[in-house]
């Protein structure tokens, strides 16, 4: 071990001798040292890298844990030490990819009032976001399509996707705030969403024939009509308080 990694590996620690005379004393600290985590954050990320391709040639339904074990090669043990199957394998991919996807929902929520242009440009940049991914998007609809368990994810990512879009938007704000009262506009934000993603799901994955241009104006007519039908509302219940 060279000397620089020893001296992260000990700590220098003051104990007291019989007698009552101190010293200084070399300890292992408590816990996994810094090269340590390094080491397992690596090998995680050796699975990590190992599944997208399994699942890019196989598909996420025909692949094992040993497709897995081979492609990385590393022990079983190693792998079970990270994940405790190939769905949550497939979860900690989605997971990569969910931090752009947030930032893009953000990027909408922090216009505040967009106007039927900008929620077009937002539109077309998600569709690049989709082709961009595009195997990502398939990994999502093959672990949709197998796992029941995964819906829930799925919900909480919609959830997510709602608050960002939320943070400067009053109508998807209503629609996030999960009280009663505000059912209806959590009820058309949700399906707002899912219009969006089918039709970037469609266009991307399907080739749908269908005018893009179009299609995007549409959607943003849309969004823009529930932002300030639902923006309204909660400028008259702010008022009425």
Known sequence: ????????????????????????????????????EEQSLASRQKILDAAEKAFLENSYASTTV?????????????FYRHFSSVFEVAKGLIDQFKPGFLELYEELGLMGSPSTSQVEDWIRHHLRMYRETSPFMVLLLEVSGAEPEFFPILTALAKEYMSRLSIGIPAF???????????????????????LSSFCYLVV?????????????????????????????????????
């Open 1 to 36: 071990m060279a000397a620089e990694e020893i001296q992260r590996s000990f700590r220098v620690e003051t104990r007291l001798a019989p007698g009552g005379r101190r010293f200084a004393a070399l300890t292992r600290p408590r816990g996994r040292s810094a090269l340590q």
């Open 66 to 78: 040993d497709d897995i074990l081979r492609r990385a090669d590393i022990g079983r043990a190693t």
């Open 173 to 195: 704000r209503q629609a996030a705030s999960g009280r009663p009262e505000c059912a209806r506009a959590a009820t058309a934000a949700l399906l707002l969403l899912q219009n």
């Open 205 to 241: 994955l399907r080739g749908w024939d269908i005018s893009e241009e179009l299609a995007i104006g549409i959607i943003a007519r849309d969004f823009v009509r529930f932002i300030e039908e639902y923006g309204e509302v909660e400028v008259e219940a702010a008022q009425a308080v």
